[in-house]
Nanobody, 119 residues
Framework: EVQLVESGGGLVQPGGSLRLSCTAP????????MNWFRQIGGGRRDWVSW???????NYLDSVKGRFTISRAPEKDTVYLQMNSLKPEDTATYFC?????????????WGQGTQVTVSS
């Protein structure tokens, strides 16, 4: 299994921005899609955004217009640009490849990256 690595989180004031990164070696060559999830405390991981290998995107309604998912295929990295952050966006953010069987089985969950939105 390959370890996923998320980074870019931090403490930001309401209305601020952060860019999260997810490095997933091989996800480009495996034609994987990519999901971002978020988790508050020990609760469930809720889906936030999706990026297909073809470049299609989808977002949770509450983040539409504020978050943008993108990728740098040469780096096997996916980004989540988060603007106009709100306190309710506070969570630990995780990425996870999906799609072909190899995308489902080849990767180990990362540690996530903590986003805290507070004044």
């Amino acid at each position: 299994e390959v370890q996923l690595v998320e980074s870019g989180g931090g403490l930001v004031q309401p209305g601020g921005s952060l860019r999260l990164s997810c490095t997933a070696p091989g996800f480009t060559s495996n034609n994987c899609n990519m999901n971002w999830f978020r988790q508050i405390g020990g609760g469930r991981r809720d889906w936030v955004s999706w990026l297909s290998s073809d470049g299609d995107t989808n977002y949770l309604d509450s983040v539409k217009g504020r978050f943008t998912i993108s990728r740098a295929p040469e780096k096997d990295t996916v980004y989540l640009q988060m603007n106009s952050l709100k306190p309710e966006d506070t969570a630990t953010y995780f990425c996870r490849p999906v799609g072909a069987p190899v995308c489902q089985t080849a990767y180990r969950w990362g540690q996530g990256t903590q986003v805290t939105v507070s004044s």
